[in-house]
């Protein structure tokens, strides 16, 4: 099984998208069926990771592909690199004030090529670059006081362009913007109507994809998918209600439970992350549901969360990462299948 992972993760490079079009398209959010059949899910590889004993995996919440390995994010947080075969390789980094230290580790992201690992601290201002096979230290760049202020998750379009997630902060409802690499900056280009009382709360678990260097995010309470900068490239119908600017702007106390209360109103509560792959988009509402949308056809499925004991009691919720050329998505270890710190690869069909 490690030598199809090993070739499932080489070289990954996004190819030409050709179903990928800028004009805006609307599908339906039909009724949720029954997700234990999985489809389109083809099948699954079970990544088991081993470690030294000086290191404890906390838990998994990214992972990323580096060319031929994983590069996975813990709780900790932490951020170590992994063979194909689940073998432990390096650290990147750890916390301190030290050149290549870290003190608020906000974000992880790895370069286009793969060859680098970066990190992301908030405290400094700064981002940290590592070598992605060695762990090696190798430079910073450092931005103005307040450019990664709330920041959340990273991902870059290309070299010199990374696109910023931030949390919700009382009125600094400022939740993306375009870090631009070459000239030290990070300008907002997308805000919330939504306030909070005191408390950070992120726009999503992993709120912003990119494939073939266009970038796409979502918006909590909003059905569209969105393509930086700030165009509508998708619009789902829902048969709930969906609040207006002017309620969202009254909702002062953003917070998880507003989500649940949305939910008990009948009203679209919205999705907490999207992976956009090759042929498919994957969006998950808060791991109570999960659709895929065919980028070909646009025609939607949500599934339900189920346990399936035919896989073990594997359950396709925590999608935490993505293989996108190869329509792989990487999900959490959630049930009793190995003792091991493991995590899922589910192939969706072509």
Request: aromatic share 12%; charged share 20%; glycine share 4%.
């Amino acid at each position: 099984m490690s030598a199809a992972v090993a070739a499932l993760i080489t070289g990954c490079k996004n190819s030409e998208d050709n179903a990928t079009t800028d004009n805006a398209q609307t599908v339906h959010s039909p009724k949720e069926v029954i997700s234990s059949a999985l489809t389109p899910i083809e099948s699954i590889d079970t990544v088991n990771l081993t470690c030294p004993d000086s290191i404890i995996l906390g838990t998994i919440k990214n992972v990323y592909v580096a060319d031929s390995m994983f590069v996975v994010v813990d709780n900790v947080p932490a951020v170590y690199g992994f063979a194909s075969d689940g073998t432990y390789m390096c650290t990147y980094g750890r916390r301190g004030d030290a050149p290549s230290e870290y003190v608020n580790m906000s974000a992880c992201a790895v370069t286009p090529a793969g060859d680098e690992v970066v990190i992301i601290d908030s405290y400094s201002q700064r981002m940290q670059y590592y070598d992605a096979k060695s762990g090696e230290y190798k430079y910073r760049i450092n931005f103005p006081i307040g450019s990664f202020d709330m920041a959340q998750q990273c991902v870059f379009i290309n070299d010199s362009t990374a696109l910023l997630a931030r949390d919700v902060y009382n009125k600094n409802n400022s939740v993306y913007a375009t870090i631009n690499i070459a000239d030290n900056t990070v300008e907002n280009f997308a805000s919330v109507e939504m306030t909070t009382e005191n408390v950070a709360i992120p726009v999503g678990w992993h709120a912003i994809s990119v494939y073939n260097g266009k970038g796409a995010y979502i918006k909590p309470f909003d059905p569209t998918i969105y393509q930086y900068v700030d165009t509508k490239w998708i619009f789902i119908e829902q048969d709930k209600k969906i609040y207006s600017s002017e309620e969202l702007a009254e909702m002062t106390n953003y917070s998880p439970f507003t989500r649940f209360e949305a939910e008990n109103n009948g009203y679209f509560s919205g999705y907490s992350d999207i992976f956009v792959l090759k042929d498919w988009i994957f969006l998950a509402n808060h791991n109570v549901s999960f659709s895929l949308i065919n980028k070909t056809s646009y025609e939607m499925n949500t599934y339900k969360y189920e346990t399936d004991e035919m896989l073990n009691y594997v359950n396709v919720a925590n999608i935490i990462g993505s293989i996108p050329d190869n329509n792989a998505l990487i999900g959490a270890n959630n049930g009793p299948m190995s003792e091991d710190e493991c995590f899922f690869i589910y192939h969706l069909s072509k």
